[in-house]
């Protein structure tokens, strides 16, 4: 038996021994090196997440969307990595046997939880002001492009305006130096193409008018040129297209158009910006503002020449509209509207014409001559030509060829007495 004080002293010592949760042997036969690992791992884990942080702030500072996502997910895999950590330490060392609802270790992982909630939603904010502030910069662009939009269209209106006045667009050097559209052949063919094709517009209704008009057509094509020998009865109305084109073309080649005007010549830079107001521009709006300019004098004057007095008295049974035109006046009629767009055409070709330099060199083919691959086309294709046939002859000339810098652009004829294909 052991004396009475070694039995107190022996209760005081099993009072005050520490009660484990797990077996003694178990928390021996821990292993320090995988403890010391573990720590190791989640500072350098710690390190890069703040590595990541600072990249994820500093791409907002240029905003850089890229930079931003990017960053993002590099937090994010740092936060899962850091996570991975804690969860494989949890399964090396598992819970105590008693365990109660409010261990410290649930209620870490649960305020860990709501930190990272925390961290999120000011990341979120965050981003929702950054988004509403680059949308009201977008607004704002928005804003000064359509004013920009709306300066940009009134300059040009006025500068359009401005080339279309005689006594501005005439003047010598009354350029700005800036044109939107650069001058090359190319620029000058399409021209071309255009009055070509105005031309050929022009006359259907022309044609409709006179057939309404009871006008015999066979009689009328036959007083333009006599000789010529057409393939069929339709080819005729070459025979009106070309009637129209020698009187639009007349005096092409003469600087001033054959136009009386008060004005010094024209520059070439003037000639260009005169063609670049009006390209765009509806003529009878021009002639509304500028009804006696030098376009004007030429509209007038041309449309005296193009419809015979007999054939507009046939066509309106009087005078009205002539009369109107004779004494400086522009009618806003179909058929005077219609004859617009074709002087605006040629007008805007003539003006192109003198821009280069050297000038755009115009030629003209006659009735009669040889037919010529190298300086006419003829507007009926599949031509039928035997070795031993002659050359075939020009009957009428549609559109004038053109000189431009070496290159030759093509007069357009109709053959007289030849064969074509399908006809």
Known sequence: MLPTGAKDSQSRENNNQ?????????????NPEAVESLISNIFTNISSLKSAYIQLQSAHTPYDPDKIQAADKLVVSELKNLSE??????????????????????????????????TYEVMVKKFQSEIQNKDSEILQ???????????KAKLEKNLKLRGLSSKESDAPGHVNGFFPVDLTPDLFLSAVEAASKAIHDFSKPLINMMKAAGWDLDAAANSIEPNVIYAKRAHKKYAFESHICQRMFSSFQQESYGIDSDAHLVDKESFFHQFLALREMDPLDVLGQSPDSNFGKFCRSKYLLVVHPKMEASFFGNLDQRNFVTGGGHPRTPFYQAFLKLAKSIWLLHRLAYSFDPNVVVFQVKSGSEFSEVYM????KNLVMDETDERPKVGLMIMPGFSIGGNVIQSQVYLSGVRFLNE
């Open 377 to 380: 086309e003829s507007v009926v």
């Open 141 to 151: 662009l928005q804003q000064q492009i359509e004013e920009a939009n709306v300066k």
């Open 18 to 30: 520490k009660v484990h949760p797990q077996p003694m042997e178990e928390a021996r036969n821990q």
């Open 85 to 118: 950590l804690k969860h494989a330490y949890r399964e090396n060392n598992p819970k105590p046997l008693c365990v109660s609802p409010q261990d410290s270790r649930l209620a870490a992982e649960i305020q860990e939880q709501q930190s990272l909630l925390k």
